[in-house]
Nanobody, 127 residues
Framework: QVRLVESGGGSVQAGGSLRLSCAAV????????LSWFRQAPGKQREPIAEFDTDGDARYAYPVKGRFTVTKDYAKNILYLQMNKLKPEDSGMYYC?????????????????????WGQGTQVTVFS
């Protein structure tokens, strides 16, 4: 049974940092793609960071240069290091899994392309 389990959310002052983790339980292959999405109240779920099979990372423009996505292949855990956080970074952060290998081409993938989702972890950034 596949489960994506996020952790690491919380409340932080603007300018601070948080690190999110996503454990891919039941994913047989650690090269299968995982990504991070964010959803603010009243808004659509949007891609934040992708980590592809070949180790390439792609970021949404609002977080580029502040967020870093990495992966522990041995443990099959995806991380999202978030620095210089802003109030507009607040929202529910979700880990999403493709259940297969993938390579980044063109635009970042949308939520509909991911079959596996975690329960989400809340991030609140206050000014």
């Amino acid at each position: 049974q596949v489960r994506l389990v996020e952790s690491g959310g919380g409340s932080v002052q603007a300018g601070g940092s948080l690190r999110l983790s996503c454990a891919a339980v039941g994913y047989d292959d650690s090269t299968w793609c995982l990504s991070w999405f964010r959803q603010a109240p009243g808004k659509q779920r949007e891609p934040i960071a992708e980590f592809d099979t070949d180790g390439d990372a792609r970021y949404a423009y609002p977080v580029k240069g502040r967020f870093t996505v990495t992966k522990d292949y041995a443990k099959n855990i995806l991380y999202l290091q978030m620095n210089k956080l802003k109030p507009e970074d607040s929202g529910m952060y979700y880990c999403a899994g493709m259940g297969r290998i993938c390579y980044g081409l063109g635009l970042m993938r949308t939520a509909s392309e991911y079959p596996d989702w975690g329960q989400g972890t809340q991030v609140t950034v206050f000014s």
